[in-house]
């Protein structure tokens, strides 16, 4: 497979539903794409002004203090304290490794990548580039012999799925037994919101407890465009087994992919702060609370969604139906069907629309529930 045969970018078939919201009387209320709509904090957005003298390429492996602080993160807000600078790396974002991380390990025709069955379809895309066979399964137990790259995501996109020590501990048993590798997308691992997750820490594929000591084939992946609001910084990075983050290094060298350096000059800061983290979360929260009820009463059932930056929703119908139910109301959601073959009934809104335009929205669904 080539790029050429990747099928039509899907948020196109969005269009239409976009254009019906917005002709409502009191504007569109836009719940369909996860950017970030709150300010970059100042700190950050100062330390990326004191780094723009970069005259000089930047370093692929990261900063010496990058280095440090995504280390130093990780053993203060993950719970995994054990790292050193050899086990992490910046990545331009997370997309760019997610879609190329099967050509960075070398996969090809007869390998197999599983996924999420309701999932961020970029980790099917990065397969298909590759020629390799997705295979969208959630139980350990149902990845095949064949098996090179296990891709979970918790909390997931869209439906908030989260994993517990436990689960991620089987999931890590069965890989070795795979001899695959297993990489984790927890860029909403900031966002908990219900049951455990309201007053615990989400656990990494990296915790001791799961890895049982040792973190070989074991990948974590995040970023810092929903907790720092640096989307347009493309901030990220990667971490875990020593062997493939050096392996990894060395064809990003090749390739030219290094993140500019006043970009990592501000993650440092960013994963130095965690007081303008708290705060979002806070903003997210409020929206969520606006939101959620607002749904329900226009009779939607919430899904999942105990963690992450969506609601995860169905009212039992097809999704576009309901896709064209709220673009009436003047607001716009993400398809369900977007998410894998699964997920024919459900829309997902996400919390990234400025408070006050959410309030609105939830004002109208109320209305319409009357």
């Known amino acids: 497979m080539s790029v050429r045969d990747l099928a039509d970018y899907p948020w196109d078939a969005v269009v239409p539903f976009r254009e019906r919201a917005a002709l409502h009387p009191q504007g569109i209320v836009d719940l369909s794409v996860g950017s970030p709509v709150d300010p970059t904090p100042e700190l950050i957005r100062r330390a990326l002004a004191e780094a723009t003298d970069a005259h000089a390429y930047p370093q692929t492996v990261g900063t010496p203090a990058l280095r440090e602080a995504i280390v130093e993160w990780y053993a203060r807000r993950r719970g995994v304290p054990d790292l050193t600078v050899d086990n992490v790396l910046p990545t331009i974002g997370s997309k760019e490794f997610v879609a190329l991380l099967p050509t960075l390990l070398g996969l090809g025709e007869g390998d197999i990548v599983v996924h999420p069955r309701i999932a961020y379809p970029t980790y099917e895309v990065g397969a298909r580039v590759v020629g390799a066979t997705p295979l969208a399964a959630d139980d350990p137990a149902d990845w095949p012999e064949g098996t090179k790259l296990i891709w979970i995501n918790t909390p997931g996109n869209p439906d908030g799925r989260t994993w517990t ?111 303008h983290v708290a705060s979002q979360k806070a903003l997210y929260r409020e929206r969520r609370d606006l939101l959620r009820p607002a749904l329900e009463a226009a009779g939607f059932r919430i899904d999942g969604s105990e963690a992450g930056l969506y609601l995860w929703a169905t009212e039992g119908e097809d999704a576009w139906t309901s896709i064209a139910r709220l673009a009436d109301l003047g607001i716009l959601g993400g398809p369900g069907p977007f998410y894998g073959p699964s997920s024919q009934q459900h829309v997902r809104l996400a919390l990234t629309a400025p408070t006050d335009r959410i309030a609105e929205g939830a004002r109208r669904l109320h209305a319409q529930a009357l």
């Open 165 to 275: 020590v436990e689960e991620l501990a089987a999931a890590v048993r069965r890989a070795r037994e795979l001899g695959a590798v297993l990489a984790s997308d927890e860029c909403y691992a900031e966002l908990g919101w219900d049951g455990r997750w309201a007053s615990e820490s989400i656990p990494s594929i990296l915790d001791p407890r799961v890895t049982d000591g040792s973190r070989a084939n074991l990948l974590s992946v995040y970023s810092l465009s929903k907790q720092s609001n640096l989307a347009g910084y493309r901030a990220a990075f990667v971490a875990g087994c020593a062997r493939i983050v050096g392996e990894l290094l060395t064809a990003r060298k090749h390739l030219g992919l290094m993140p500019p350096e006043p970009v990592q000059h501000a993650m440092v800061v960013a994963l130095g702060d965690d007081e």
